[in-house]
């Protein structure tokens, strides 16, 4: 048995409010089918900020996504699990709902051999702790557009044009994977702040990086072949601005978050069904035929080969640009709260930094 400590601090997330804590910490739920990890990095997703809200509704099958995206090493592996400890490691959350939030020192994922297989995956690059970027949400962006061209029977976006709404996290990778695929991209973004970090970060060209205002536009709107919709909520309006973007075939794929019951066009398709079930439907709008589909969640494969465009194509997958900020644990509480509560907000990633320092060498 490793050495492991009597206790650990770990945040709860009650009634709205984040918090952390010293907890014993929990010696009998390390079995046979027990990884536990050590994060070194963890990210704060906008979903999370979200489950503070209560305003996602949590499938059951996987459970909550407070505090999942994270690099760490594996601290204690059980017998039947297939890990070792030492090994580097990052979560699914698509897979299990037993496992424990993130945000703590140590992460308990329980599961079968061929859940843990698919829920914890082997990092190839040691590099990742001190260039820190995060896999899932890379993973998703990766599923998602293969998704997107296993829906519509493309090979890849070669020569197409492809519209993002919201230059955030999600959006802002849309447009590096797209652009990889031979597309161009122009990114929509409401407010100037998003816009301003992909300008100085290198990750947009002023031509790719527009108001979101400018997408009424007669020069933009009915020309684009693919429409990404990948803002906070997938709200009725920003639908409706994707779609006038949407030349007659176009896909739009919704991404951002719907609810149980949102429909576009009023009535037509259930988009949330579509986006968790990752369907596609034609629709009409403004006498146009547009197929709406959708894309969520991840698999190891696509973690797989999110590693493998980022090792081949470093230049193309910059992902350690989209952090903008880097806290302690200690923190992340108050920060969190900020975020949800809308006190405070940043472009690109956030991370939560719990990996001990080394002391500057004499
Ligand atoms: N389908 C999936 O598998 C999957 C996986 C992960 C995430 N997601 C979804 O993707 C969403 C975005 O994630 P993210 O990491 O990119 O978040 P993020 O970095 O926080 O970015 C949020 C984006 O939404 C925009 N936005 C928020 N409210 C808006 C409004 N009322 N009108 C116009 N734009 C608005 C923001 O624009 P401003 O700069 O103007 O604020 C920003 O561009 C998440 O909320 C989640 O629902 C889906």
Redesign the pocket.
């Known amino acids: 048995m490793p050495n492991l400590p009597a206790t650990y601090l770990t945040t709860t997330l009650r009634d709205g409010v984040v918090s952390l804590g010293t907890h014993p910490f929990p010696h009998d739920a390390l079995g046979a089918d027990t990884v536990l990890i050590k994060p070194d990095h963890l990210g704060i997703?906008?979903?999370d900020a979200?489950e503070i809200l209560g305003s996602r509704d949590i499938p059951e099958d996987r459970g909550p996504l407070f505090g999942h995206e994270l690099v760490g090493t594996v601290a204690f592996a059980g017998t039947r699990t297939g890990f070792h400890e030492g090994e580097l490691v990052t979560l699914n959350p698509n897979i299990t709902p037993t496992r424990t939030t993130g945000f703590a020192e140590y992460v308990f994922v329980h599961g079968t051999g061929a859940q843990l297989d698919q829920a914890v995956v082997r990092v190839p690059e040691a590099d990742i702790r001190d260039d820190i970027w995060m896999p899932e949400?890379f993973a998703?962006i990766v599923?998602?557009l293969r998704k997107l061209l296993e829906l519509t029977d493309l090979a890849d976006l070669r020569g197409r044009r492809v519209a993002v709404?919201?230059?955030?996290?999600?959006?802002l990778t849309f447009a590096l994977y797209a652009r990889h695929l031979g597309a161009s991209v122009a990114v929509f973004?409401?407010?100037e702040?998003?816009r301003a970090f992909a300008r100085e970060q290198g990750l947009l060209a002023d031509d790719e990086n527009h108001p979101?205002t400018e997408a009424g536009a007669e020069r933009h709107q009915g020309r684009f072949d693919v429409v990404i919709v990948?803002?906070?909520?997938a709200?009725t309006e920003?639908l409706e601005t994707a779609a006038d973007l949407a030349a007659d075939g176009a896909v739009l794929l919704v991404?951002?978050?719907t609810r149980k019951g949102d429909t576009f066009p009023a009535g037509q398709a259930d988009i949330d069904t579509i986006?968790r079930r990752e369907l596609i439907q034609r629709v009409d709008h403004r006498g146009r035929r547009i197929a709406v589909a959708?894309?969520?969640?991840?698999h190891r494969e696509d973690y797989e080969e999110g590693f493998r465009l980022r090792a081949r194509y470093p230049d193309a997958f910059p992902l350690e640009k989209l952090t903008s900020r880097r806290i302690d644990l200690d923190d992340f509480p108050r920060l969190v709260m900020d975020l949800a509560t809308e006190r405070q907000?940043f472009?690109?990633k956030v991370i939560v930094n719990l990996r001990p320092t080394t002391p500057d060498r004499p």
């Open positions: 997703c906008r979903a979200k949400p998703c599923h998602a709404i919201g230059a955030g996290c999600a959006g973004n409401r407010g702040p998003r979101l990948a803002p906070t909520v709200t920003l991404y951002g978050g986006r959708g894309a969520y969640g991840c907000d472009p690109g």
